[in-house]
Protein backbone atom coordinates (compact mmCIF):
# COMPACT_ATOMS: atom_id res chain seq x y z
CA UNK A 1 0.00 0.00 0.00
CA UNK A 2 1.42 3.35 -0.59
CA UNK A 3 1.12 5.92 1.78
CA UNK A 4 2.61 9.88 2.16
CA UNK A 5 0.84 11.12 -0.90
CA UNK A 6 -1.68 12.90 0.23
CA UNK A 7 -3.94 13.08 4.17
CA UNK A 8 -7.53 13.12 3.66
CA UNK A 9 -8.82 13.41 6.91
CA UNK A 10 -12.69 13.58 5.84
CA UNK A 11 -12.04 10.45 3.54
CA UNK A 12 -12.10 10.46 -0.45
CA UNK A 13 -14.17 12.86 -2.06
CA UNK A 14 -17.25 12.25 -3.91
CA UNK A 15 -17.49 12.12 -7.37
CA UNK A 16 -19.48 15.25 -7.35
CA UNK A 17 -17.07 17.33 -5.39
CA UNK A 18 -14.16 16.44 -7.95
CA UNK A 19 -16.24 16.99 -11.03
CA UNK A 20 -16.60 20.64 -9.82
CA UNK A 21 -12.99 20.78 -8.53
CA UNK A 22 -11.33 19.36 -12.09
CA UNK A 23 -14.63 21.99 -13.96
CA UNK A 24 -12.93 24.46 -12.09
CA UNK A 25 -9.43 24.28 -13.76
CA UNK A 26 -8.68 26.92 -16.61
CA UNK A 27 -7.84 24.99 -19.61
CA UNK A 28 -5.39 27.12 -20.89
CA UNK A 29 -3.48 27.58 -17.76
CA UNK A 30 -3.44 23.67 -17.14
CA UNK A 31 -2.01 23.14 -20.12
CA UNK A 32 0.69 25.22 -19.76
CA UNK A 33 1.90 23.91 -16.77
CA UNK A 34 1.33 20.18 -17.84
CA UNK A 35 3.21 20.99 -20.72
CA UNK A 36 5.87 22.61 -18.42
CA UNK A 37 6.00 19.69 -16.00
CA UNK A 38 5.78 16.85 -18.76
CA UNK A 39 8.72 18.82 -20.52
CA UNK A 40 11.01 18.80 -17.19
CA UNK A 41 9.78 15.14 -16.32
CA UNK A 42 10.93 13.86 -19.49
CA UNK A 43 14.32 14.71 -21.00
CA UNK A 44 14.15 13.98 -24.95
CA UNK A 45 10.00 15.01 -25.25
CA UNK A 46 10.90 16.78 -27.85
CA UNK A 47 12.34 13.81 -30.05
CA UNK A 48 9.41 11.63 -28.99
CA UNK A 49 7.00 13.97 -30.28
CA UNK A 50 3.95 13.26 -32.81
CA UNK A 51 0.29 14.02 -33.77
CA UNK A 52 -2.48 11.74 -34.41
CA UNK A 53 -6.05 12.40 -35.02
CA UNK A 54 -8.37 10.93 -32.64
CA UNK A 55 -11.39 8.76 -33.81
CA UNK A 56 -15.13 9.52 -32.69
CA UNK A 57 -15.94 8.48 -29.82
CA UNK A 58 -19.32 8.75 -28.18
CA UNK A 59 -20.95 6.92 -25.30
CA UNK A 60 -21.37 3.46 -25.86
CA UNK A 61 -25.23 1.65 -26.99
CA UNK A 62 -26.53 5.07 -26.73
CA UNK A 63 -26.59 5.69 -30.41
CA UNK A 64 -25.12 9.22 -29.98
CA UNK A 65 -23.01 10.61 -32.17
CA UNK A 66 -19.08 10.85 -31.38
CA UNK A 67 -16.86 13.58 -31.14
CA UNK A 68 -13.63 13.73 -32.84
CA UNK A 69 -10.54 15.17 -31.44
CA UNK A 70 -6.84 15.92 -32.08
CA UNK A 71 -4.19 14.66 -29.83
CA UNK A 72 -0.35 15.95 -29.43
CA UNK A 73 1.17 12.16 -28.66
CA UNK A 74 4.37 11.46 -27.21
CA UNK A 75 5.38 8.21 -28.51
CA UNK A 76 8.42 7.06 -26.66
CA UNK A 77 6.97 8.19 -23.25
CA UNK A 78 3.55 6.67 -24.38
CA UNK A 79 1.58 10.14 -22.71
CA UNK A 80 -1.18 12.20 -24.23
CA UNK A 81 0.38 15.51 -23.91
CA UNK A 82 -2.73 17.45 -24.63
CA UNK A 83 -6.17 17.21 -26.62
CA UNK A 84 -8.51 19.69 -28.76
CA UNK A 85 -11.65 18.73 -29.67
CA UNK A 86 -12.77 19.63 -32.99
CA UNK A 87 -15.97 22.35 -32.92
CA UNK A 88 -19.25 20.66 -34.69
CA UNK A 89 -19.18 21.79 -38.15
CA UNK A 90 -15.67 21.60 -38.17
CA UNK A 91 -12.93 19.02 -39.09
CA UNK A 92 -9.79 18.43 -37.76
CA UNK A 93 -7.75 20.71 -39.95
CA UNK A 94 -8.74 23.73 -37.82
CA UNK A 95 -8.16 21.83 -34.37
CA UNK A 96 -4.72 21.13 -35.39
CA UNK A 97 -3.34 24.00 -35.19
CA UNK A 98 -4.57 24.85 -31.21
CA UNK A 99 -3.40 21.20 -30.07
CA UNK A 100 -0.15 21.99 -31.56
CA UNK A 101 0.78 25.42 -29.29
CA UNK A 102 2.04 22.92 -27.21
CA UNK A 103 4.69 21.10 -30.06
CA UNK A 104 8.50 21.79 -28.58
CA UNK A 105 10.85 22.62 -30.81
CA UNK A 106 12.79 20.03 -32.42
CA UNK A 107 10.22 17.64 -32.18
CA UNK A 108 8.87 15.24 -35.16
CA UNK A 109 5.15 15.84 -35.54
CA UNK A 110 3.25 13.25 -37.82
CA UNK A 111 -0.20 13.70 -39.02
CA UNK A 112 -2.44 11.81 -41.00
CA UNK A 113 -3.53 12.65 -44.45
CA UNK A 114 -6.08 15.39 -43.06
CA UNK A 115 -3.72 17.45 -41.90
CA UNK A 116 -1.71 17.37 -44.91
CA UNK A 117 -1.81 21.58 -45.42
CA UNK A 118 0.74 24.06 -46.69
CA UNK A 119 -0.79 26.04 -43.15
CA UNK A 120 0.03 23.32 -40.88
CA UNK A 121 3.20 22.73 -42.37
CA UNK A 122 4.10 25.92 -42.16
CA UNK A 123 3.11 26.44 -38.55
CA UNK A 124 5.00 23.37 -37.30
CA UNK A 125 8.05 24.98 -39.02
CA UNK A 126 7.72 27.89 -37.53
CA UNK A 127 7.44 26.35 -34.02
CA UNK A 128 11.19 24.92 -34.84
CA UNK A 129 10.12 21.03 -35.41
CA UNK A 130 10.09 19.25 -38.40
CA UNK A 131 6.82 16.65 -40.26
CA UNK A 132 6.06 13.86 -41.85
CA UNK A 133 2.57 14.05 -43.44
CA UNK A 134 0.42 11.70 -45.03
CA UNK A 135 0.10 12.45 -48.90
CA UNK A 136 -3.12 10.72 -50.91
CA UNK A 137 -4.36 11.35 -54.46
CA UNK A 138 -6.43 13.39 -53.33
CA UNK A 139 -3.40 16.30 -53.73
CA UNK A 140 -2.57 14.62 -57.50
CA UNK A 141 0.23 17.35 -58.44
CA UNK A 142 1.92 17.25 -55.13
CA UNK A 143 1.76 13.41 -55.20
CA UNK A 144 3.24 13.42 -59.01
CA UNK A 145 6.03 15.92 -57.30
CA UNK A 146 6.97 13.46 -54.69
CA UNK A 147 6.95 10.57 -57.03
CA UNK A 148 9.78 12.09 -58.87
Same mark, same amino acid.
Given at each position: ?????????????????????????????????????????????? +?????????? $? !??? !????? !????????????????????? +???????????? $?????????????? @?????????????? @???????? #????????????? #?
Amino acid at each position: MVTGFLDLPNGIPSHDTLSDVLGRIDPVAFRAAFTAWATAALPGLA +ASKCVWMGRP $C !GAV !GTGEP !GRTSVSAFAGRARWVLAQQAV +AEKSNEITAIPT $CWRCGPAGAVVSID @AMGCQKAIAQAIVD @AGADYVLT #LKDNHPTLCEDVQ #L
